[in-house]
């Protein structure tokens, strides 16, 4: 998860494209072999509804990962899918195949982590990642701190119930600034 110095993961009317401006090829290509560790991406229906009509036509570093891992999207509020060009295309398959989970999200987290394979990664807003945090199920997070300060936005730690003590397990900067750090539980 993107984050500013002081804390937020995105503007207060979700705004990101401070996101961009601090990457660089080092930093992307890093992301990038990271995403290849999943086996699964969650998101949030809106991240998903935002994604999904992107990311079975781009080219970039990040396509390959986005379009070749499979999805699963949680909602609340029901979800009917969304229409993509090309839904017969390699890339777009595991877009309109997505897994839905309607369900309680901590039940729905639980039954996913029994699953024997890769790593789960959840990405999106930070609406969704904060009920996530709120499940206590999450084992590690990534956050990369941006060189930035943007006063005032979204977190999404204020799902966190109770005080959580993590252990750093590892530190990566970047030439453009970013500094990546995992903690795990």
């Known amino acids: 998860m993107s984050l500013s110095i002081d804390g937020f993961v995105s503007g207060p009317n979700g705004e990101n494209d401070w996101i961009f401006r601090s990457s660089d090829e080092t930093s992307r290509a890093w992301v990038v072999e990271r995403s290849w560790e999943a086996g699964l991406i969650i998101m949030g229906r809106k991240s998903f509804e935002g994604m999904a009509p992107y990311w079975p036509t781009a080219t970039g570093p990040f396509a390959a990962p986005m379009n070749e891992i499979p999805k699963g999207v949680f909602t609340q509020k029901g979800f009917k899918g969304v229409d993509l060009p090309g839904t017969d295309s390699p890339a777009a398959a595991s877009w309109v195949g997505a897994q839905v989970f309607d369900g309680d999200l901590a ?79």
């Open 107 to 185: 039940e729905e987290i639980k039954k996913l982590k029994s699953q024997p394979g890769k790593p789960i990664c959840a990405i999106g807003g930070a609406g969704f990642m904060s009920n996530l945090i709120a499940t206590g199920l999450i084992d590690e997070y990534i956050l990369v701190t941006h060189p930035v300060v943007l006063g005032k936005g979204l977190t999404i730690f204020n799902g966190a119930t109770q005080p959580m003590d993590l252990k750093l397990a590892d530190v990566k900067a970047f030439p453009g600034g970013i500094v990546a750090r995992t903690y795990r539980i």
